[in-house]
Nanobody, 116 residues
């Protein structure tokens, strides 16, 4: 079973930027659509962005559209999330996994905290 390791989170002020990375083990990475998900305290985990296997097609939740950019490097088995113009409501633990079905073990995630 493939495992993922998310990194790049931290504490940032409103309007700041962060770049998250998700490194996956295994040879199947390049065949999957990958998604970034987030879970805020007391809320369910939700999808915020996804990218198809080639990187040629992306989609975003309305709440992050125009501020976040998802990309991938299949040679490195890594998917990225560039987050700009961060808002306090973006505060959450961010995870990556395949989408629409989550075929990988969930990682520990990376905490993003945006201060007002």
């Amino acid at each position: 079973q493939v495992q993922v390791v998310e990194s790049g989170g931290g504490l940032v002020q409103t309007g700041g930027s962060l770049r998250l990375s998700c490194a996956a083990s295994g040879r199947t990475f390049s065949s999957y659509t990958m998604g970034w998900f987030r879970q805020a305290p007391g809320k369910e985990r939700v999808l915020v962005a996804q990218i198809n296997w080639s990187g040629g097609r992306t989609s975003y939740a309305d709440s992050v559209k125009g501020r976040f950019t998802i990309s991938r490097d299949n040679a490195k088995n890594t998917v990225y999330l560039q987050m700009n113009s961060l808002k306090p409501e973006d505060t959450a633990v961010y995870y990556c996994n395949t989408n629409p079905s989550q075929n990988y073990y969930w990682g520990q995630g990376t905490q993003v905290t945006v201060s007002s």
